[in-house]
């Protein structure tokens, strides 16, 4: 080889590493964000972060075992973005009701669709408080109880979210055409958002269903399975549902008035399995508690089961315990659920009208299982149970093999 030849590669080499050597600095210039504030946490790698291997995982043990590990607080690299990891309850407090002004939003992402990226949930600063302004009105009582008789079947359809986006689409094109009056959930979304529905080309109730539908059809299932595995409560549940049919002869929203034990089953399930995986906010000012330093641009996360659990039992949590009442559920200050309300009401009616009717059993002992990788909705993928068709009310009444 000429020498000329020989120093062209060399110069190659040396271009090559020095490209390489700036692409990892630049990818790794934010890993000593957290050890410089004396903030523990799991090593990060260039280009991934923390995220290595997140897809062969359930996200609920991942996040509690790395809580359980690092403690109440600590530092977590979503690529090379920080992002602080929060489960004491004060700190929390503090970020999501106290500064609130400070940490309004949620993560950044950018969506191709107008429609998606306008959503109440992705929504930013200003544009996002006067949309969720726009929309609280839609989940007043009265309101809530107009939609209740309408749920049904529909609580339980399972085709995709791009399925109900076409319906909605067509739907709400449809009724611009008519003069006709529904008395359904679409009029009263639509109704109460004009402004935002003629800004957006009538799109806007979509967003009730990307945060509304899976959370709520997931707690259904868990609160199902649950039952299954507790039958003492199960069978209070029935009964004090029973008693209640007795009195008003069917479902409907009065019977859920004066009736704290279905909250409490709600709630405690909720507390096991929480559908939202992780909860977040963004930082968008310097701020200091305790002496921890958050920069603007840090993300916040509240990883729900690491919250709710106690990390030092390592149990699979399959035992209800009703009376528990402290946790956090949709209470996040002034960026919580909107549809909390209509949530718990939809579940009730959906609850009382199934265990009136039906009977759910254990037929393994495998516990629940979750989809793996990152997801927004914690979704059961074991929850399998034997179901067993209860008598009617005016049926002579038999007792199930637990009540015996
Ligand atoms: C059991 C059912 C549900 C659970 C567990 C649940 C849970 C949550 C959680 C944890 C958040 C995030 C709160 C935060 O960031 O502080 C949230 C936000 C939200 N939820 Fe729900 N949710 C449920 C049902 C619903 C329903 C039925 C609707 C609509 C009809 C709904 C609409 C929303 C919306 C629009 C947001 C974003 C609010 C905003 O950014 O202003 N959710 N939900």
Redesign the pocket.
């Known amino acids: 080889m000429d020498s000329d030849a020989f120093s062209s590669i060399l110069s190659t080499l040396f271009v090559a590493s020095l490209v390489l050597f700036l692409l990892y600095r630049y990818m790794t210039s934010t890993f000593t964000y957290f050890s410089e504030r004396g903030i523990p946490g799991p090593k990060p790698i260039p280009i991934f972060g923390n995220l290595w291997g997140i897809w062969r995982v359930s996200l609920p043990d991942h996040d509690r075992n790395l809580v359980k590990k690092y403690g109440k607080i600590f530092g977590y690299f979503d690529g090379s973005n920080p992002s602080l990891w929060v489960t004491d309850p004060e700190f929390i407090k503090a970020i ?1 009701v106290k500064d609130f002004d400070h940490f309004t939003n ?1 993560r950044n992402i950018t969506f191709e669709s107008k429609v998606v990226r306008r ?5 930013r600063g200003q544009e ?1 408080k006067d ?2 302004s726009s ?1 609280t009105p ?2 007043t009582t009265g309101k809530i109880k107009r939609l209740i008789p309408l749920l049904g079947e529909r609580v339980f359809l399972t085709e995709g979210f791009q399925f109900f986006i076409r319906l909605l689409e067509n739907l709400i094109k449809e009724r611009k055409e008519s003069e006709q009056k529904y008395q359904d ?1 679409v009029e009263a ?1 639509t109704e109460t958002i004009t402004d935002y529905t003629k800004e957006v080309d009538g799109k806007s109730s979509v ?7 899976d ?2 059809a ?3 299932t868990n609160i199902i399975f649950l039952l299954a595995l507790n039958p003492e409560i199960q069978n209070r549940l029935h009964q004090e549902i029973k008693n209640k049919l007795k009195i008003s002869g069917e479902v409907n929203h009065d019977i859920l008035i004066d009736f704290p034990y279905i909250d409490q089953v ?1 709630n405690e399930v ?1 507390r096991v399995y ?3 995986p992780r ?3 963004e930082c968008n000012k310097d701020v200091t508690y305790n002496g921890i330093e958050i920069k603007k641009g840090t993300m916040i996360t ?1 990883p ?1 089961f690491a919250l709710h659990y106690d990390p030092d039992s390592g149990a699979p949590i399959t035992k209800l315990n009703v009376t528990r009442t402290l946790f956090f ?12 309300r ?3 009401e ?2 009730k009616i959906a609850l009382c009208t199934i265990v009136s009717q039906f009977r759910f059993f254990r037929v393994r002992e495998t516990p629940m299982q979750f989809d793996k990788g990152f997801i927004q909705v914690t979704q059961p993928v074991n929850a399998i149970v034997g179901i067993e068709r209860r008598p009617t009310l005016a049926e002579p009444q038999q007792q199930t093999e637990t009540e015996k």
């Not at 959503?119 to 929504?123: G, I, L, Q, T, W």
């Not at 559920?329 to 909390?340: A, D, H, P, Q």
Request: proline residues 4%; aromatic residues 14%; glycine residues 6%.
């Open positions: 999501f949620r959503m109440v949930s992705s929504a996002w949309i969720r929309i839609a989940f959930f979304a967003l009730f269903l990307l945060a509304g539908f959370t709520t997931t707690t259904l709600i909720l929480p559908p939202v909860v977040e906010r509240v729900s559920r949709l209470e996040w200050g002034l960026r919580n659920c909107v549809g909390m209509f949530a718990m939809e579940i």
